[in-house]
């Protein structure tokens, strides 16, 4: 069965530093999204790409975050400079985008934990 | 702005027992309801999920009925089993340009008794 790959799947990062994660959707799914997920909550969507586009990301602190998804295939989430509050699991999810396009399968997550 | 609320934020209930986590949306907007279930160090899985033109729907020992004029909906898990403790968590779907952008609630911490 095909699914989500992430990596790394744990991260420690002291503030300040730049962290790097990087997910591959399921083969021939258009639609990318990136959550977070801080402890004891739901995932909250960060970013939603269409194949290279990104569809949304109002959600994106933008003066640290960046994301891309250079050949509409994996994606790479950025956190330059990384703070405190970042500390929480970042989920990858795809979908079709066509057909089914409200069924999201997600990946294990990168783990985040900032010092 | 927390467009769907969950509850309870935990649940122990007895083996064989019947777990009931209930869900509330405002937004008229959303036009699909699935749940996904969450063990620890893992991505949720998604479980079962429903539209709003049915009022029930059954996998298995997973249910969810849905009240569109009371924006509710429910997760029924009947003869629960210590193997279904996890984490679970509804969410409400509207469309967007590429598809559909997911909204959930805060989760709801099952544990099911031996």
């Known amino acids: 069965e095909a699914e989500v790959a992430q990596s790394p799947r744990y991260k420690i990062t002291e503030k300040s530093q730049a962290v790097a994660f990087w997910c591959d959707p399921i083969?021939?799914?258009?639609?990318l999204y990136w959550y977070r997920q801080i402890l004891g909550q739901g995932p909250e969507l960060l970013v939603q790409f269409q194949d290279e586009s990104v569809v949304d990301d109002s959600q994106l602190p933008k003066d640290r975050f960046s994301a891309e998804r250079l050949k509409g295939v994996d994606s790479t989430l950025k956190i330059q400079p990384a703070e405190l509050g970042d500390s929480a699991m970042y989920l990858c999810?795809?979908?079709?985008?066509?057909?089914?396009?409200?069924?999201?399968?997600f990946g294990p997550g990168t783990r985040l934990t900032v010092t | 702005q927390q467009q769907v609320k969950q509850s309870p934020q935990s649940l122990i209930v007895q083996k064989g027992g019947i777990s009931i986590i209930n869900c509330a949306y405002e937004?008229?907007?959303?036009?699909?309801f699935p749940w996904y279930q969450q063990f620890p160090g893992k991505g949720p899985a998604l479980l079962i999920a429903?539209?709003?033109?049915?009022s029930e729907k059954k996998e298995g020992r997973f249910t969810i009925s849905f009240n569109k004029s009371a924006k509710q909906f429910s997760l029924h898990i009947m003869d629960s089993q210590p193997g279904d403790s996890a984490t679970y968590f509804c969410a409400a779907s509207s469309r967007n340009n590429a598809g559909n952008m997911l909204t959930f609630g805060g989760g709801t911490r099952l544990m099911v008794k031996p």
């Open positions: 999810a795809s979908s079709r985008g066509t057909g089914s396009p409200y069924e999201q399968y």
């Open positions: 083969s021939g799914h258009a639609t």
């Open positions: 429903i539209r709003p033109d049915v």
């Open positions: 937004n008229t907007a959303f036009d699909y």
